[in-house]
């Protein structure tokens, strides 16, 4: 296994592309997953997009309920009407933290490390590291939220008398 480096800025072109689907989970696949694991656990995260380690391929280890997940082909089948703000940080942007707009829960399907199909239903922290490690493979970073947290914030604020 090895530490891999995580690629930062959020104007480099890998973590700004949409990722490319895994044909097969294979042994090389595995592998990388495993690496993955052991970066993100070096760089205290609790996510990791395949994408910040220059991979682009659509796989990501998320923590849901405190155990690292592998996530290959993640697809977001529904999302709940509620949704909640919270700062988010990211490994690739270091020291900065965002207000982002997530869905409070979703319903997922995915390939585990087996290659075998799997859905569940996530909540709470759980679906905002799901949704955050899926943006990675769109291309989306947390950056991208600021304008439209601003325009929710003004519309909040504003006061009729």
């Not at 909640?84 to 490994?91: A, D, K, R, S």
């Not at 933290?97 to 995915?110: E, F, L």
């Given at each position: 296994m090895a530490v891999l480096r995580i690629l930062t800025g959020d104007d480099n072109p890998i973590l700004r592309a949409r990722a490319k689907p895994v044909e097969r989970v294979t042994k090389d696949v595995q592998k990388l997953l495993r690496d993955m694991r052991e970066t993100m656990d070096h760089a205290k995260g609790v996510g990791l997009a395949a994408p910040q380690i220059g991979v682009?391929?659509?796989?990501?280890?998320?923590t849901i309920d405190g155990k690292p997940t592998p996530l290959i082909n993640p697809k977001i089948l529904s999302k709940?009407?509620?949704s909640?703000?919270?700062?988010?940080?990211?490994?690739s942007l270091p020291e900065s933290?965002?207000?982002?707009?997530?869905?409070?829960?979703?319903?997922?399907?995915?390939l585990d490390a087996k290659g075998k199909k799997k859905?569940?239903?996530?909540?709470?922290?759980?679906?905002?590291?799901?949704?955050?490690?899926l943006d990675h493979l769109d291309g989306k970073l947390i950056v991208d939220y600021a304008e439209s947290v601003l325009r929710v914030a003004r519309k909040k604020d504003t006061v009729t008398i």
């Open positions: 682009s391929f659509r796989i990501c280890i998320a709940s009407k509620e909640v703000i919270c700062e988010e940080g990211c490994l933290w965002t207000p982002v707009p997530r869905a409070k829960g979703i319903a997922i399907s995915y859905e569940r239903q996530l909540s709470d922290f759980n679906a905002r590291v799901v949704q955050h490690e």
